[in-house]
């Protein structure tokens, strides 16, 4: 198969650190650009952080049409080999489906994860997500979910519109996710906008806090900012939040 090419801003980012790790995943129809500025946040106070491309992700629609959910879950697990290899320990962080897979991966790598950091995950069906299966009968793309953004100018790079079967591929990592959520024993620090119009389900994070086996865990309310909080108004909080959280599990 012949590789589809990758949106410039789409592509992943590394950056050289210390020797603790931070792992950044973005979100479902997003790509590394909305996670890039958090990644230079956590850089810059000395972490060493590599964003992956999500398959499917930063190319176009028709791709990720084509993609399972088993070939995400493989992408962040050679993402945290990876920075495994090369960090003492490791810490996962993501915006809504990448803090799904942050839950996913602290899930199944409880010895490689030291410390998670949800931001908006999703961990509950959407209404999209229900209809999906009726949906998928009559069209193949509904219209896009991405930038829900509260902060004037901000954008985020991301498809217009959502195939409807990439839908019914998240709808089977969730499955996944909720059944893994009283296996984690990391820290947690879980973030969630007050309003967020992509995941409405407002308990999705007490839901989270709720099915968490970790016995450190801690969840930090965004009152600024919608679903893609990484590039809103509370971005800088949630790097030095983040940054906090993992400086203290490092010591």
Excluded at 33 to 55: H, N
């Amino acid at each position: 198969m012949v590789e589809p090419e990758v949106w410039e801003e789409a592509k992943p980012f590394f950056f050289e650190g210390g020797e603790v790790g931070a792992l950044v995943i973005h979100g479902f129809t997003g790509c590394a650009q909305s996670m890039r500025p958090y990644g230079e946040g956590l850089a810059k106070r000395g972490f060493t952080v590599l964003g992956p491309r999500l398959p499917g992700h930063g190319t176009s629609v028709e791709d990720m049409s084509k993609r399972k959910y088993t070939e995400w879950t493989f992408e962040v697990e050679r993402a945290l080999a990876e920075l495994s290899k090369r960090c003492r320990r490791v810490f996962v962080t993501g915006l809504s489906m990448g803090g799904t897979l942050t839950l996913w991966l602290a899930s199944r790598h409880r010895e490689e994860v030291a410390g998670i950091i949800p931001i908006n995950a999703l961990v509950l069906a959407t209404t999209l997500m229900k209809a999906a299966p009726f949906v998928g009968k009559v069209l193949r793309r509904v219209p896009g979910v991405g930038s829900d953004i509260k902060k004037p100018g901000a954008r985020e790079l991301c498809y217009d519109k959502v195939p409807v079967p990439a839908v019914g591929e998240l709808t089977r990592l969730l499955k996944e996710v909720r059944a893994g959520l009283p296996r984690i024993s990391a820290p947690a620090l879980v973030v969630a906008s007050r309003v967020d119009h992509v995941v409405k389900e407002p308990d999705n994070a007490e839901s989270i806090m709720r099915e968490l086996g970790s016995r450190e865990k801690e969840l930090l309310w965004l009152e600024d900012s919608y679903h893609v909080a990484t590039l809103d108004n509370d971005a800088e909080l949630i790097v030095e939040r983040a940054a906090a959280f993992i400086g203290a599990l490092s010591r």
